[in-house]
């Protein structure tokens, strides 16, 4: 992919293993807090909050000590390692230093892939995206992720440092967190996705994270993920009274390099 005029740099990059643990303290606090800003699901919730696995990631610095932090989900049977090329593109001259976060989703079945296990966010039972979902993997990812985002805290970046980034089914788990969650954060990305359990998101967002910023995207040619889902998120979030900034592009579902750039501009906005 070519980066358009946009600064490069070298990065260190780990890999964390096991470094995520829901069983005690801040964790725990994290799927708690999720889970308590969903009312109807506080119980459920309350029940796995203590035994969730931890989510192996994939980490880039920038630089020392970052102050920023990107939390970033794949789709589909990809993985944490998906997204890595796209870290130097979207940096620029004099960039601050940025933690990029991607974490690999669990291995799970998934029904409308024959019941093959794959990477996912939470199964998918029809070719209806926006039907019959998975409560209760959605919640599961999503109090991982949440745990994600406290782990950024007790390292130094607090929540309104912190941004969350997805494509795909992905992008749905950052909505389903990013409107829920208990502290403000920084913003959204959300690529070629959906809103998931639309017909309860308009009461269970979290006035905190009211007008939060939000850079959405999707293919005008995508197969899989249709792309009137996309736009009438977009639609829906933008009539919630949130800063949606909407793109799309020629293309199936993927990611493009003019979207790159747009993304980049974008994290520029909320960075300097």
Known sequence: MKSSGIYSQAWFVSVSIGSVSIGSGMEAG??????????????REEGISNSLPALETVELDTGPDPSFALIWLHGLGADGHDFEPVVPHLLWRG???????FPHAPMRAV?????????????????GLDRN??????????????????????RG???????????????????????????RIAGLIALSTYLLDTS??????????????????????DPLVPFHLGEAAAQLLQGWGYRVDWHTYPMAHAVCPDEIGHIAGWLRQRLE
Do not use: K
């Not at 994290?30 to 119980?43: F, H, I, K, V």
């Open 30 to 43: 994290a799927a708690t807090l999720y889970a308590m800003s969903n009312p109807e699901s506080a119980a």
């Open 157 to 183: 970046i607090a929540p309104h440092r912190v941004a969350l980034a997805g494509f795909s089914q992905g992008g749905a788990i950052a909505l389903q967190l990013g409107l829920r969650y208990p502290h």
């Open 95 to 101: 960039a601050p230093s940025i933690r990029f976060v």
């Open 200 to 221: 309860r998101s308009p009461a269970d967002r979290h006035a905190v994270n009211q007008g939060l910023p939000i850079f959405m995207a999707h293919g005008r040619l």
């Open 133 to 154: 979902q998975d409560v209760a993997g959605i919640e599961q990812s999503c109090g991982q992720v949440a745990a994600l985002v406290e782990r950024e805290q007790r």
């Open 111 to 127: 029904t409308l892939n024959a019941g093959m296990r794959m990477r996912a966010w939470y199964d998918i039972r029809s070719v």
